[in-house]
Each structure stands twice: as C-alpha cells, then as structure tokens.
C-alpha cells in the first residue's frame, strides 16, 4: 500500500509557477506509474500529466503541455509537477495518484491511491 501527500500549492498571478510535490510512503514507490489530476470549482476531476514506472515516459493533457513537467526521484519517493506559465484556469485542486499499471493512464478510476490534493489559485 502506498500513501500520498501533496504539498507545494498556493496563490500565484498569472504567468507565474509552482512546483507541486508529492511524497510517498510504503513499499514499492519505483513501480508505480504516478498521475496529477485536478478538479476545478464546479468540475469534474481531470488527468493533467502521468509518468509511467517502467518506460519512464512522461504524458500530458493538451492544456498543459508545454507548461507543465513531470519529473520523479525514486531515491527520494517523490514526484514533482512543475507548473510555468500559470493561467487563471490552471486553478484548482490538485491530486497526485499511483497504480501499479506499466502505463500511463489518463481515467482517474484507474489509479488505486490518492493523496488529498493541494489548492492551486491562479489569480489574473
């Protein structure tokens, strides 16, 4: 079983970044393929970026891609997305999940663990 917190969130002006963390606990941490999600105000959650554990390819929605990276350090049980270029419609709640699937999946039902999620406002 794998534990999730997120940290990192917080209020940033347009054109500005952030750098979202998440840090896992339990065995295992290098196989498992990570997700970011997010759900804005009103919103249905949506995938935002994915790394897989074993290719260690990186996917992205198309209304970050270029503006968002995501990056793991195995050695310290962490995943990063770091987040440029912020608009007012990056804000919302951010989740970071875990599966054990070989690949990137993009349907939040997928992923077997989550974290509580960290408030990202984007103020224009």
């Known amino acids: 079983q794998v534990q999730l917190v997120e940290s990192g969130g917080g209020l940033v002006q347009a054109g500005g970044s952030l750098r979202l963390s998440c840090a896992a606990s339990g065995r295992g941490f290098s196989r498992y393929t990570m997700g970011w999600f997010r759900q804005g105000p009103g919103k249905e959650r949506e995938f935002v970026a994915g790394?897989?554990?074993?290719?260690?390819?990186?996917y992205y929605a198309d209304s970050v891609k270029g503006r968002f990276t995501f990056s793991r350090d195995n050695d310290k049980n962490t995943v990063y997305l770091q987040m440029n270029s912020l608009k007012p419609e990056d804000t919302a709640v951010y989740y970071c999940?875990?599966?054990?699937?070989?690949?990137?999946?993009?349907?939040?039902?997928?992923?077997?663990?989550w974290g509580q999620g960290t408030q990202v406002t984007v103020s224009s």
């Open positions: 790394i897989s554990w074993r290719t260690g390819s990186t």
């Open positions: 999940a875990a599966d054990a699937s070989t690949v990137v999946l993009t349907m939040s039902r997928s992923y077997e663990y």
